[in-house]
RNA sequence: GGCCCGUUCGUCUAGGGGUUAGGACGCAUCCCUUUCACGGAUGAAACACGGGUUCGAUUCCCGUACGGGCUACCA
């Protein structure tokens, strides 16, 4: 019987989420809907030099904002398996447990080695040529600990209270095979994995045991996780093999890198020019501040669209899709095993999709707070027009403000290029009779103003340049639709800056 | 350096022994438009290289190059 799908996202809490791991969230999040499992959020805090303040509650929020929240962990109620930080579950001596019965069979043992024996080592080993100094088959000959020391001394070591970690003791030279639903069969030889440290001096497990440990106790089905972790897979092999535990260990998926658009490297938070949180972060030791896509004006459902076409895709062309889309088309042979750029124009464009989507409505509904930031409200219908007209020019509610702030506050110059450019003699007189026509107007609304603008063409005798008209009233070359604007902006507003403009520009632009 | 993983337009990718190698972002041109966009159309743009296997390879295999990851009592 297939088991049931339960999978986790477990991250350390060292610092802001990056969009890195919200992907591998997202994944596990999609695997889980699919299959209508549990996913679960695990906090791996076994490095208790590397915790940061937040860090826990960032994640918790970030994952909520994206819309992606586990039904299981830390933050998101407890389920059968409480506690879900690591740190918590040490104080059982679950992986202790674990840790003695991998000594009790011969595949782990004790190591006394302070830090400067082990520096002492790989000095040695690279003096004497070796390409890849490590702990392993060969050197822990040469260094204390239970294999080399009697057993009568280890014993006196450990009741004395010496210091010492748990190393898993990896054969000589066996190759190691596993599968993975990403990439296939793997093989490694073991001779290229060292005996890592399992349980740490402070007690502490170390990731590689602790991940396995709890991957087991919480009868995780799928461990998915980035590609950064390939390396150790055989590691963790040989761990579920001695334990016993080969058959019930997670089918392993790792994910491709999302990597640095420019430059090299996977995604980096100091280089980036664009966010790389999802929310803003703060790192509390050095206050850098970062923004993050919630700030900058993404939607959550843009968002995270983005982040799942970055390694996988559904086969057809569709790219914009809702979570639970994806989540019905989702699969991990669909997901490449390449690392991707982040292409920031093209989510540019994602989230424009998406704000194009809106209604007026919403779209006015976000942007109200905005707008009273900068100490304008107004009424609903006006709120509404203003969005209509501006949101076919922009990707962000964000740029709302800048796009259409002429209509609310006086522009500070006007466009000269366009003006030096297109300016004649004969514009004056031109303008100042659609100032006039203006001026007669009594009804007020998008079909009169485009009918008086005709009419003084009329009167004029061929067609009036809009573009120059669009910089008298607003100051830019560009903007939302002309008329719906001079319609919104009211009367007064459009005469006077009307009336303002001929006369700057009178005195100020050569004619041509 | 060693080990592992990877390599289709600039970027994200589809495809896969015989295809005009498809889509998206971006870019260019045109259409729509008396302004600004949106939209529509079109175009430029890719199978890293060298050997095999095969009637035939971009697709399979092997090398090379390049890219990425790992190489801690960090995850």
Request: charged share 30%.
């Amino acid at each position: 019987m297939e088991k049931r799908v339960r999978v986790r996202f477990a991250p350390s809490p060292t610092g802001g989420l990056h969009m890195g791991g919200v992907r591998t969230a997202l994944f596990n999040y999609l695997f889980a809907k699919k299959h209508n499992g549990d996913f679960i959020l695990r906090i791996e805090d076994t490095d208790q030099t590397r915790f940061v303040a937040g860090a826990e509650q960032y994640i918790i929020d970030a994952l909520t904002w994206c819309g992606i929240a586990p039904n299981e962990g830390v933050g998101f109620g407890d389920g059968p398996h409480a506690p879900y930080r690591q740190s918590e579950r040490k104080a059982t001596g679950i992986y202790k447990n674990y840790a003695d019965r991998l000594i009790a069979s011969g595949h782990a043992y004790y190591a006394f080695d302070t830090s400067e024996e082990l520096e002492d080592m790989r000095k040695r080993l690279e003096a004497a040529k070796v390409v890849a100094p490590q702990y392993n088959a060969v050197t822990r000959q040469n260094m204390r600990n239970s294999l080399t020391l009697p057993e009568d001394e280890v014993k006196r070591l450990i009741e004395s209270g010496a210091p010492y970690v748990v190393r898993l003791k990896v054969p000589r030279n066996e190759e190691i095979r596993f599968q993975d639903i990403i990439r296939g069969w793997v093989t490694v030889n073991s001779s290229q994995v060292d005996d890592k440290v399992l349980l740490k001096s402070d007690g502490m497990p170390t990731y590689h045991l602790a991940h396995i440990v709890d991957d087991i106790e919480m009868q995780i089905s799928h461990a998915v996780r980035g590609e950064e972790w390939l390396p150790s897979a055989p590691a963790h092999i040989l761990i579920y093999r001695y334990l016993g535990l080969e058959n019930d260990m997670p089918k392993l998926a790792h994910l491709p890198l999302i990597l640095n658009p420019d430059g090299h490297g996977k995604i980096s938070k100091r280089e980036a020019r664009f966010p790389v949180f999802p929310l803003s972060w703060e790192d509390p030791r050095d206050h850098v501040p970062y923004g993050g896509y919630r700030e900058a004006g993404y939607y959550p459902e843009a968002f995270v669209n983005i982040l799942a076409l970055l390694g996988w895709n559904p086969g057809d062309n569709k790219e914009i899709m809702s979570l639970e889309e994806m989540a019905a088309l989702f699969e991990f042979e669909r997901v490449s095993k390449s690392g991707a750029k982040f292409d920031p124009e093209k989510a540019k464009w994602f989230n424009q999709q998406y704000l194009k989507s809106k209604t007026d409505g919403e779209l006015a509904e976000s942007f109200r707070p905005l707008l009273k930031e900068k100490g304008y409200e107004p009424d609903d219908a006006f709120l509404k027009e203003y969005c209509r007209l501006v949101k076919e020019k922009v990707q962000f509610v964000n740029d709302f403000w800048a796009q259409g702030r002429f209509i609310f506050e006086e522009p500070e110059k006007l466009d000269e290029a366009v003006l030096n450019k297109k300016w004649k003699d004969t514009s004056a007189a031109t303008f100042t009779l659609v100032l006039n026509k203006f001026k007669e107007l009594t009804t007020w609304d998008i079909p009169s103003v485009t009918a008086c603008f005709h009419e003084a063409e009329a009167v004029n005798g061929g067609k009036i340049d809009m573009q120059l008209l669009r910089v008298l009233v607003t100051g830019a070359s560009g903007g939302p639709q002309l008329f719906d604007t001079i319609a919104l902006m009211g009367k007064e507003k459009v005469v006077a800056r009307l009336e303002k403009g001929l006369k700057w520009v009178v005195a100020n632009i050569e004619k041509k």
